[in-house]
């Protein structure tokens, strides 16, 4: 009684594609949400504030004043 090769090719394919799915699977993580997420590590605060600045523009100019508020303005 021979055997052929066969069986043992079927066995030896079979092995090395569990042993390429094994491969590809991820480590469970330890981490927390918190500890990955972006938004819990930098929060981004928005408030709104309302600025004014009133310039007349009389003759073409402005005047020392007009153009400190608009320094600070800016």
């Known amino acids: 009684m021979t055997r052929t090769p066969m069986p043992h090719a079927r066995r030896l394919a079979a092995l090395a594609i569990l042993l390429a799915f094994a491969a590809c699977s991820y480590p469970e993580s330890t981490r927390t949400l918190e500890e990955t997420d972006y938004r819990a590590r930098f929060p981004i605060g928005v408030k709104s504030e309302v600025v ?3 310039f007349r523009g009389e ?3 402005m005047t020392g004043a007009e153009q ?3 320094r600070q303005f800016v």
Request: proline share 0%.
């Open 52 to 54: 004014e600045a009133v």
């Open 59 to 61: 003759g073409g100019t």
């Open 68 to 70: 400190e508020m608009l």
